[in-house]
């Protein structure tokens, strides 16, 4: 059979477990071809300082089955202001089986018009914007609206990963991968979702996602006129 191409678009200041959470999901899954793509093949850096390598470029790229697009706010205000970054994207998504994100990846999807009357989720502190790009948000840690799936915060998308590997190989081989990885989350402070949070933990975050957040709205703004 032929491979199952999925491709992860990559750019400068991505939060890297958005991306490399879902990827080692994804690679493990029966038949994937899994490509890495950027705008050269040069390094690309996250928002944590490690580097991250292309396997192919916007032009070297194939067609893919599955696009994923990860977040990390910082990284995706630069990349929805990117004309090569948001064209390749919306062309990749016109071929694909599914399109998705993790975190404020979406957002890169919106500024592409494919979430325009869709259900989607992003990470809690940015939830807010989504109607700027035509969505609806649905809260939930993973979101499937046809062949649109969003995930929610970055360590949801391991989530989202073994989601995938369900949808396209079966429950058994998500099975299998979860077993191999050994994910069985037991975090030592159970208040996520936000709702949850004590007061003083919101407060010390609030002005920070905020001023992100506001970074982000007014990207959008601009680029969607």
């Not at 933990?201 to 970074?215: F, Y």
Request: with cysteine; charged share 15%.
């Amino acid at each position: 059979m032929p491979a199952f191409n999925v491709g992860f678009v990559i750019f400068p200041e991505l939060t890297q477990l958005d991306f490399t959470g879902p990827l080692q999901i994804l690679a493990r899954m029966p038949g994937a071809a899994v490509h890495i793509v950027a705008k050269s093949l040069a390094p690309v850096p996250s928002d944590c300082g490690l580097g991250l390598v292309p396997t192919h470029t916007f032009e070297s790229c194939p067609q893919l089955d599955l696009i994923c697009v990860p977040g990390g706010t910082t990284g995706v205000i630069g990349a929805i202001g990117d004309r090569e970054t948001i064209d390749f994207v919306r062309r990749q998504a016109a071929g694909a089986q599914y399109v998705t994100s993790v975190c404020t990846g979406a957002f890169i999807l919106g500024a592409a018009g494919l979430l325009q009357g869709r259900r989607a989720t992003t990470h809690w502190a940015y939830t807010e914007l989504l109607p700027l790009v035509g969505a609806t948000h649905e809260q939930a840690r993973v979101v499937k609206d046809g062949n649109l799936i969003t995930a929610g915060g970055v360590t949801s998308g391991i989530d989202f990963g073994l989601s995938v590997v369900a949808e396209i190989a079966g429950e058994d081989a998500a099975r299998a991968v979860q077993l191999l990885m050994e994910y069985d989350p037991d975090p030592p402070f159970d208040f996520v979702p936000i709702e949850r949070a004590p007061d003083a933990v919101k407060s010390a975050l609030s002005a920070r996602t905020g001023k992100a957040r506001a970074a982000l709205a007014g990207q959008l703004e601009r680029v969607l006129v």
